[in-house]
């Protein structure tokens, strides 16, 4: 099968809408959820003793569905997430490592789905792409930006499963994706990293989907942009049930303070302006009893959704 594909990018960046853009053509498929198992399966992957023995293997599987269960169960829509079945066939096809297995996972649902290549979406891996890389050497990043203060709007709306609980917080997260991302070009080369803005994907879908077909070695299909729009009426994303919104851009300047604006601006307004953002304050650093505050008020947060509600 051909190259794996790994859309990575902060929360919030529209990682979700070039998923789905990206599996509406015809050769890739895409879970149409987040795996987050891939990182920890592999770190533990001595763990797990041999995986010629058909329980080892079915262990891992369950693995996966106690991370996310929703993802096996739900979003791998040309399998059936059958822990004994699977593992039986992958103790067959001798898939003696953790990578092999998630790899054939990949795979089985790309067949099911009648495609030729699989492409995974999960933003925080944008963190651990060294680590990915070691598990899949060919494989290809598409990081996503978007203006962070859009992000940070976006982040807070879903405080509670993000999270994320204050514009400190999420300004903080913001900049350590984006940078994280874009140091790992240095070390990917043009090969195996490509970048687009948000921005560009909703104003110019048609160019910047070129772009990103050319990169993949894919054909351009028009069905990318027409993708397939989700009749889920409890999304998380509600745009994908929507064409293209070529106005969902720049909401801070009508939704943000002016006081949330300079505290975006102070901690990220560097990262902000390298990629060609406009930055309106000063971007004066935080006075450290803020920084504290912020801090607090961010694990107490954490703390009450996760003991109280």
């Given at each position: 099968?051909?190259r794996?594909?790994?859309?990575?990018?902060?929360a919030?960046?529209?990682t979700?809408?070039?998923?789905?853009?990206?599996?509406?053509?015809?050769?890739?498929?895409?879970?149409?959820?987040?795996?987050?198992?891939?990182?920890?399966?592999?770190k533990?992957?001595?763990?797990?003793?041999?995986?010629s023995?058909?329980?080892?293997?079915?262990?891992?599987?369950?693995?996966?569905?106690?991370?996310?269960?929703?993802?096996?169960?739900?979003?791998?829509?040309?399998?059936?997430?059958?822990?004994?079945t699977?593992?039986?066939?992958?103790?067959?096809?001798?898939?003696?490592?953790?990578?092999?297995?998630?790899?054939?996972?990949?795979?089985?649902?790309?067949?099911?789905?009648?495609?030729?290549?699989?492409?995974?979406?999960?933003p925080?891996?944008?963190?651990?792409?060294?680590?990915?890389?070691?598990?899949?050497?060919?494989?290809q990043?598409?990081?996503?930006?978007?203006?962070?203060?859009?992000c940070?709007?976006?982040?807070?709306?879903?405080?509670r499963?993000?999270?994320?609980?204050?514009?400190?917080?999420?300004?903080?997260i913001?900049?350590?994706?984006?940078?994280?991302?874009?140091?790992?070009?240095?070390?990917?080369?043009?090969?195996?990293?490509?970048?687009?803005?948000?921005?560009?994907?909703i104003?110019?879908?048609?160019?910047?989907?070129?772009?990103?077909?050319?990169?993949?070695?894919?054909?351009?299909?028009?069905?990318?942009?027409?993708?397939?729009?989700?009749?889920?009426?409890?999304?998380k994303?509600?745009?994908?049930?929507?064409?293209?919104?070529?106005a969902?851009?720049?909401?801070?300047?009508?939704?943000?303070?002016?006081?949330?604006?300079?505290?975006?601006?102070s901690?990220a307004?560097d990262?902000?302006?390298?990629?060609d953002y406009?930055?309106?304050?000063?971007?004066?650093?935080?006075?450290?009893?803020?920084?504290?505050?912020?801090?607090?008020?961010?694990?107490?947060?954490?703390?009450?959704?996760?003991?109280?509600?």
């Amino acid at each position: 099968m051909d190259r794996p594909i790994f859309i990575v990018g902060s929360a919030r960046s529209g990682t979700t809408l070039l998923q789905r853009m990206m599996r509406s053509h015809s050769r890739i498929s895409s879970p149409t959820g987040e795996s987050h198992f891939f990182i920890p399966l592999y770190k533990n992957r001595d763990s797990y003793g041999d995986l010629s023995k058909t329980e080892n293997v079915k262990h891992i599987l369950e693995e996966m569905r106690r991370i996310n269960r929703e993802y096996v169960e739900e979003d791998l829509k040309g399998i059936d997430f059958n822990t004994d079945t699977l593992a039986q066939q992958l103790v067959q096809e001798n898939k003696a490592s953790v990578v092999e297995i998630i790899s054939s996972l990949m795979e089985k649902n790309a067949i099911g789905e009648g495609k030729k290549r699989w492409l995974e979406k999960t933003p925080y891996y944008v963190l651990n792409i060294k680590t990915i890389l070691e598990m899949f050497p060919d494989a290809q990043f598409i990081n996503i930006i978007r203006d962070g203060r859009d992000c940070a709007l976006s982040m807070i709306d879903r405080k509670r499963d993000l999270k994320i609980f204050n514009m400190y917080h999420a300004a903080n997260i913001w900049k350590q994706y984006v940078e994280t991302g874009q140091k790992s070009k240095e070390y990917l080369g043009n090969e195996h990293y490509f970048e687009i803005r948000y921005e560009d994907l909703i104003n110019d879908p048609d160019r910047t989907l070129r772009r990103i077909c050319l990169f993949l070695n894919e054909d351009f299909e028009q069905s990318m942009v027409d993708f397939e729009k989700s009749k889920d009426p409890n999304s998380k994303t509600p745009m994908l049930g929507k064409s293209i919104q070529k106005a969902n851009s720049e909401k801070w300047r009508s939704r943000m303070s002016n006081r949330n604006i300079q505290l975006f601006e102070s901690i990220a307004g560097d990262t902000l302006k390298h990629n060609d953002y406009p930055v309106l304050s000063k971007c004066k650093p935080l006075p450290k009893l803020t920084e504290y505050f912020y801090e607090i008020h961010k694990r107490f947060s954490i703390w009450y959704y996760k003991k109280v509600l």
